[in-house]
């Protein structure tokens, strides 16, 4: 239970990073964060692999790399869905 409280603070910290990075908030304001975090953490880490220092299981700089990636592609599709 302990761990999985972890792995959502984390995944919170890796969001918020990466939105800060990116400039852009991401929809449902924590929940949101915490999505593209762990999201991201799982995306940075196929596409780049494990390396770095781990927290909570998950590679921190693959995992914001791939929360960076994320936080850009849905701001994206969000402001073209705004633009309509």
């Known amino acids: 239970m302990l761990h999985l409280i972890w792995v959502l603070i984390i995944g919170a ?3 918020i990073i990466a939105g800060a990075i990116t400039s852009r908030k991401l929809p449902l ?10 999201i991201g953490s799982w995306l940075g880490e196929k596409i780049f692999g494990s390396w770095g220092p781990h927290v ?3 590679a921190i700089f693959p995992s914001i790399i791939g929360a ?5 592609i849905v701001s994206f599709f969000i ?3 705004k633009k309509d």
């Open 29 to 38: 304001g924590w929940v949101g964060n915490i999505l593209a975090g762990l």
């Open 56 to 58: 909570a299981g998950m």
């Open 13 to 15: 910290v890796i969001g």
């Open 68 to 72: 960076i990636i994320l936080v850009a």
């Open 79 to 81: 402001g073209l869905r």
